[in-house]
T-cell receptor, first 113, second 114 residues
Framework: AQSVTQLGSHVSVSEGALVLLRCNYSSSVPPYLFWYVQYPNQGLQLLLKYTTGATLVKGINGFEAEFKKSETSFHLTKPSAHMSDAAEYFCAVVGTGFQKLVFGTGTRLLVSP | DAGVIQSPRHEVTEMGQEVTLRCKPISGHNSLFWYRQTMMRGLELLIYFNNNVPIDDSGMPEDRFSAKMPNASFSTLKIQPSEPRDSAVYFC????????????FGSGTQLSVL
């Protein structure tokens, strides 16, 4: 069965600082990996996803993530945080084939001026 | 496209009452998912449908919960009888194929059972 672990329920950064949100996965098959963002009182929106091919994936709003098989990681980064990035971020995994998407517990990103 | 539409946006009910949550997926999407979000458990998949057929309902908490998808454009999640521990935000999501594809989420239904 697939699972993801997000380290840190809260991450605080200053505006303009690097954003790093950590995600490690467990999967017995080559995984598909996702990052979703949830703004207050809204549903989740896809930021980016990795399926196959290039291990560095670029998403919306300047975010990117790198798939590292040797480390079973898929950390999300953004070079410079913006106030509008404050939200909750979820890492998710699904195995190849028709299987259900499994979400991590989420990391709340706080951005201070 | 209007996106995934859920109703009601908020529901407050008393313990023991029946609650019905509704979802209209994006037209053309053939997979539909019901999730529950709470502070304690995070985001849990309750059930998902593919081509209107329930594929996996192992996340449904107990027999008080039931879900139907009578056609490609409508699904319901019913709780009968409701209990205070059912209080949560319930999200519906749809995708064009399966969990490997991008999920589009509705805005959720905030359920409070008193």
């Amino acid at each position: 069965a697939q699972s993801v672990t997000q380290l840190g329920s809260h991450v605080s950064v200053s505006e303009g600082a690097l954003v790093l949100l950590r995600c490690n996965y467990s999967s017995s098959v080559p995984p598909y990996l996702f990052w979703y963002v949830q703004y207050p009182n809204q549903g989740l929106q896809l930021l980016l996803k990795y399926t196959t091919g290039a291990t560095l994936v670029k998403g919306i709003n300047g975010f990117e993530a790198e798939f590292k098989k040797s480390e079973t990681s898929f950390h999300l980064t953004k070079p410079s945080a913006h106030m509008s990035d404050a939200a909750e971020y979820f890492c998710a995994v699904v195995g190849t084939g028709f299987q259900k998407l499994v979400f991590g517990t989420g990391t709340r990103l706080l951005v201070s001026p | 496209d209007a996106g995934v539409i859920q109703s009601p946006r908020h529901e407050v009910t008393e313990m023991g009452q029946e609650v019905t949550l509704r979802c209209k997926p994006i037209s053309g999407h053939n997979s539909l998912f019901w999730y529950r979000q709470t502070m304690m458990r995070g985001l849990e998949l309750l059930i998902y449908f593919n081509n209107n057929v329930p594929i996996d309902d192992s996340g449904m908490p107990e027999d008080r919960f039931s879900a139907k998808m009578p056609n490609a454009s409508f699904s319901t999640l019913k709780i009968q009888p409701s209990e205070p521990r059912d209080s949560a935000v319930y999200f519906c999501a749809s995708s064009s194929r399966d969990g490997n594809e991008k999920l589009f989420f509705g805005s959720g239904t905030q359920l409070s059972v008193l």
